[in-house]
């Protein structure tokens, strides 16, 4: 069976740091990324890494601040958080694609809160 699991959420000054992990079980992806949703709003893209390295996409709310990056011996996909702000306040969900135009798997969200 196929599952994504992410860890690393928690309550941050703004400002800071934080590190969130997914590890995925059952397969590897050609296509692993970040989305976020934040109370009330619809659900948007934050980044996503194919199997290269140099195919690294960002929302442009993030550029320059966020790092996603992929460990396909471990298969697991991490988002590196910098200088963080209270609009980065949001459930932050794993997603996986087989190669297709679509987001196969969603992990269960993990929650991320910026303070000030």
């Known amino acids: 069976q196929v599952q994504l699991v992410e860890s690393g959420g928690g309550l941050v000054q703004a400002g800071g740091s934080l590190g969130l992990s997914c590890a995925a079980s059952g397969r590897t992806f050609y296509i692993m990324g970040w989305f976020r949703q934040a109370p009330g709003k619809e659900r948007e893209f934050v980044a996503r890494?194919?199997?290269?390295?140099?195919?690294?996409v960002y929302a442009d709310s993030v550029k320059g601040r966020f790092a996603v990056s992929r460990d396909d011996a471990k298969n697991t996909v991490d988002l590196q958080m910098n200088s963080l702000k209270p609009e980065d306040t949001a459930v932050y969900y794993c997603?996986?694609?087989?190669?297709?135009?679509?987001?196969?798997?969603w992990g269960q969200g993990t929650q991320v809160t910026v303070s000030s």
């Open positions: 997603v996986a694609s087989r190669g297709g135009s679509s987001w196969d798997y």
């Open positions: 890494i194919s199997r290269s390295e140099a195919s690294a």
